[in-house]
């Protein structure tokens, strides 16, 4: 099995280019099945998920064709059947963007319900609750959830609480049903707005994507467009803590700065410099990290997708540290981990308190998902001696070329398989 063997003690150092926003690229490639004209999308990343959920759509007869390593030509003039059920698909989350895009266009859905997942309890009752406002019915059962609609008509949607999901979900029904839809308290991440430029490039009528109210006005039906998607806030984040983590200096390349700006306050805060410029950001990390408190919240609020990152930052900054978690219910899943590489955190519901460690010491950890799975790679290099990173096939959903970036950035990590590879990058590295 696939892991990643890692020397730590190397501050990273360069500059490192940030590929495509996988948590807009999911659900943009969804919607491209609402046109039967052909849709043309760059700066896709590739990473699991994506590949996962290109399948599913071929497997209901999207033509998909590859033009490059990130940009695809999607054609969804004869799909087939309207029912979306594979073993891979059931594995992720996003799959049930295609209720929503296959809803809005045909009118009828049937996909898999996504199964449990590793950060805790991920509820869909928004979704449900926003497509039977259309008037769509709905109805679970044997795993899965099928959306049938004579008309959608538009409707005004108050959501409970701000959902990425379920915003995203919701515009794309609503971009095709008769009038105007308004959803309140919706999200704000920067890849809803994402979904929202894609769609209204197709010819669809949103407005108010980015605030927390969205107005659209349903059309009748979409045409193709060329798209390219934003750059991925969360990957850009997680090599903007790689600096500080390691004491590096890093720029992260190809990114939009105001999307980072939550991320960049807390590196000041604890310490670091940060230069921003047109496309890119600097951090510099060349004192010792001091302690702060952050809670993650939805966009613009600190990204729960940056929390373990930051935690492993604050279990090597002098002092005190708070991190909540107000998001998901079981994120802190790595905490073990992190102290079995000896961090000092209490992990209390929510809430992890962190007493900073001088230094972390190599060990044989297991990433628990995808960013908490990064945030031990990033412990590890930053730590005495070897490690080994498991189950990396989490960190490969979301990651792509992980440990190649980080190796050009003069980390010592690689990609091995077995115990004999282990060995051999020990002898060689030293
Ligand atoms: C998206 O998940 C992202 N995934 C997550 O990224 C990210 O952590 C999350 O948004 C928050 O930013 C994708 O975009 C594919 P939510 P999503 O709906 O849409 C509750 C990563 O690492 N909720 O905003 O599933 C839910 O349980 C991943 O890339 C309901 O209760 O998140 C959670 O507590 C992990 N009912 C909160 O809302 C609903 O109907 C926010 O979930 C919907 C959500």
Do not use: W
Not at 41 to 60: G, H, K, Q, W
Not at 72 to 84: D, K, P
Not at 87 to 113: P, Q
Not at 145 to 165: C, F, K, P, Q
């Amino acid at each position: 099995m696939e892991q990643y063997a890692i020397k730590g003690g190397n501050p990273l150092v360069g500059e490192v280019e940030i590929g495509g926003a996988k948590n807009a690229a999911l659900p943009i490639l969804a919607a491209s099945v609402m046109t039967n004209d052909v849709v043309h999308i760059d700066n896709l990343p590739d990473v699991r998920d994506i590949n996962v959920l290109l399948a599913a759509m071929e497997s209901i007869g999207v033509i998909i064709h590859r033009d490059g390593r990130h940009s695809v030509t999607i054609n969804a003039s004869n799909i087939r059947n309207l029912v979306v059920d594979d073993e891979n698909i059931r594995k992720i989350r996003a799959s049930y963007y295609l209720i929503g895009a296959l809803l809005g266009k045909y009118k009828d859905a049937e996909v898999t319900l996504p199964g449990g997942c590793d950060i805790g309890c991920r509820g869909i009752d928004q979704h449900i609750k926003g497509f039977r406002a259309l008037g769509a019915e709905v109805v679970l059962e044997h795993g899965m959830i099928r959306t049938t609609a004579e008309n959608l008509a538009g409707n005004h949607i108050y959501m409970d609480l701000v959902s990425v999901g379920a915003t995203i979900n919701v515009m794309m029904a609503a971009s095709m049903a008769e009038g105007q839809t308004i959803i309140e308290n919706a999200a704000k991440e920067p890849h809803v707005v994402d979904v929202a430029n894609f769609l209204n490039s197709m010819g669809a009528n949103i407005k108010g994507a980015g605030t927390d109210v969205i107005r659209i006005k349903g059309v009748k039906s979409l045409h193709g467009t060329d798209y390219t998607i934003i750059p991925d806030q969360i990957e850009a984040g997680t090599f903007m803590f790689a600096a500080a983590i390691t004491h590096g200096d890093v720029t992260v390349k190809n990114v939009i700065p105001k999307h980072l700006e939550s991320i960049s306050a807390k590196l000041l805060e604890i310490g670091c410099e940060v230069e921003e410029d047109d496309d890119c950001v600097r951090v510099v990390a060349s004192k010792p990290l001091n302690h702060t408190h952050v809670k993650t919240l939805p966009y613009p609020g600190f990204p729960t997708d940056m929390q373990p990152q930051i935690t492993v930052a604050l279990g090597l900054a002098a002092g005190t540290s708070i991190v909540t978690e107000s998001i998901f219910e079981n994120r802190f899943k790595y905490v073990d981990e992190l102290t079995r590489m000896g961090a000092n955190i209490k992990v209390e519901s929510s809430t992890a308190i962190i007493d900073g460690a001088k230094r972390y010491t190599g060990a044989d950890i297991t990433a628990p998902d995808l960013r908490a799975g990064a945030a031990l790679v990033l412990a590890a290099l930053s730590a005495e001696g070897f490690s080994t990173v498991d189950d990396i096939k989490y960190i490969q959903r979301g990651y792509e070329d992980f440990h190649i970036k980080l190796q050009k950035l003069g980390a010592t990590i690689e990609l091995v398989e077995n115990e004999k590879d282990v060995r051999k990058f020990k002898m060689k590295v030293g």
